[in-house]
């Protein structure tokens, strides 16, 4: 039997970064949901901080959450510094920080 088509690692990253874009792009034009209201809206700890490591050491971002997770405290922090209150372009982030971390663990996985 004859394949007419070749999969190579190009076209199967092409194929998971496309089918990741059609199934979460769609988050681009969403507003803030469920959490995000309690992490972001609301959140004078977030609003107030002078600095990342200043929001750091006040500890009240995650004191009701019950998880510490510097790095992202630090997303946060810049996203909040730089555009504000913008859901689109936090889920942008969200899903090219998805795309890369796909790629990675795709070619590790056929590296393997």
């Given at each position: ?39 972001f809206l609301e959140n004078k ?50 899903l090219i920080l998805a795309s ?13």
């Amino acid at each position: 039997m004859t394949s007419y088509f070749k999969i190579t690692k190009n076209s199967s990253v092409i194929l998971l970064l496309l089918y990741l874009w059609a199934l979460y792009g769609q988050a681009l034009f969403f507003g803030f949901t469920w959490d995000d209201h309690s992490l972001f809206l609301e959140n004078k700890t977030l609003q107030e901080a002078s600095s990342w490591t200043t929001f750091l050491k006040k500890g009240e971002f995650y004191q009701n959450l019950g998880f510490f997770r510097p790095l992202h405290a630090l997303f946060f922090y810049l996203d909040y510094t730089f555009h504000g209150l913008n859901p689109f372009i936090m889920h942008l982030e969200n899903l090219i920080l998805a795309s890369i971390f796909t790629v990675i663990l795709f070619l590790w996985h056929t590296h393997l």
